[in-house]
Nanobody, 126 residues
Framework: QVQLVESGGGLVQAGGSLRLSCTASGGTTGHLAMGWFRQAPGKEREGVSCIGNVVQAVAHSDSVRGRFTISRDGNTVYLQMNNLKPEDTAVYYC?????????????????????WGRGTQVTVSA
C-alpha cells in the first residue's frame, strides 16, 4: 500500500516561491508516474503537473507552465512554484496509481489503483 505525504505549503505573497514535496512510502514508486493536483474552494480538482518514470516525461497545465517545475529524486517528487499568483491558492495533492503515466506536454493519466496524499495548503496573498 503506497502512502503519499505532501509538505512545503504555506502563505506567500504574490510573486513569491514555494517548493512542495511529496514523499512516498510503503512501496517503490520510482517506476510510477506522479502527478500534482490542486483544488481551490468551490472548484473541482485540476491537474497541475506530472512527471514520468524512467523517461522523465513532464507536463504542466497551461495555467502554470513557465512558472512551475516538477522533478523527482527516488520516491520524492518536488513541485517548484515560482511567480505565484493569488489564483494559485488551493490545496495541493500528489497522486499516483499502479499504472499511471505522464504524457509529455499533455498530462497525467491514471490507471489501476489510485493513491492520494492528504494535501498541503498553498495560500498566495495579493
Amino acid at each position: 500500500q503506497v502512502q503519499l505525504v505532501e509538505s512545503g505549503g504555506g502563505l506567500v505573497q504574490a510573486g513569491g516561491s514555494l517548493r512542495l514535496s511529496c514523499t512516498a512510502s510503503g512501496g517503490t514508486t520510482g517506476h510510477l508516474a506522479m502527478g500534482w493536483f490542486r483544488q481551490a474552494p468551490g472548484k473541482e480538482r485540476e491537474g497541475v503537473s506530472c512527471i514520468g518514470n524512467v523517461v522523465q516525461a513532464v507536463a504542466h497545465s497551461d495555467s502554470v507552465r513557465g512558472r512551475f517545475t516538477i522533478s523527482r529524486d527516488g520516491n520524492t517528487v518536488y513541485l517548484q512554484m515560482n511567480n505565484l499568483k493569488p489564483e494559485d491558492t488551493a490545496v495541493y495533492y500528489c497522486a499516483t496509481s499502479s499504472r499511471a503515466i505522464c504524457i509529455r506536454n499533455i498530462g497525467y493519466r491514471r490507471g489501476g489503483d489510485d493513491y492520494w496524499g492528504r494535501g498541503t495548503q498553498v495560500t498566495v496573498s495579493a
